[in-house]
């Protein structure tokens, strides 16, 4: 593929549309996340929940205002539930890291946030390649 403005044009405009929908989708999961933390289970397991809740959000959102789908529904909903499946290992493998430490244990706002912010990259490029078989 060959780089040129046109393609670098296109590819911040889909991640704008891909971080517009995931700002949707990550407010329901952060929301969520600290009402459930709060009120009623441990950092992990309402991770677990509000990720859950935000990654099945995000897939019809995404599926109709971002990504040209390439193949079956099915296909990119089960391939997009394994990716978000891994996006969920690495958040909650921060957050229950990160847990660990009195600052963040005591502000589980920044403690989510640091883990949406390093899972953002890994979910575009991967659910870029689910919906239409590309990386860039």
């Known amino acids: 593929m060959k780089f040129n403005f046109e393609t670098l044009k ?48 995000n897939f019809i959102m995404q599926k109709r205002f971002v990504f040209t789908l ?7 909903f089960l391939l997009s539930v394994v990716v978000s499946l891994g996006g969920m290992a690495i958040s909650t493998g921060i957050i229950y890291g990160l847990s660990q430490v009195e600052f963040f244990d005591e502000r589980q706002y920044i403690t989510k946030l640091c883990a949406t912010g390093i899972v953002f990259f890994y979910n575009f490029y991967l659910k870029r390649y689910v919906f239409e078989r590309k990386f860039i």
């Open 10 to 57: 296109n590819l911040f405009l889909l991640k704008a549309k891909f971080a517009m929908t995931g700002a949707v989708a990550t407010s329901v999961d952060y929301v969520l996340y600290l009402v459930l933390e709060k009120y009623f289970f441990s950092p992990v397991i309402s991770n677990i929940i509000s990720y859950s809740v935000g990654m099945v959000l």
């Open 70 to 76: 390439e193949g079956s529904v099915s296909r990119a």
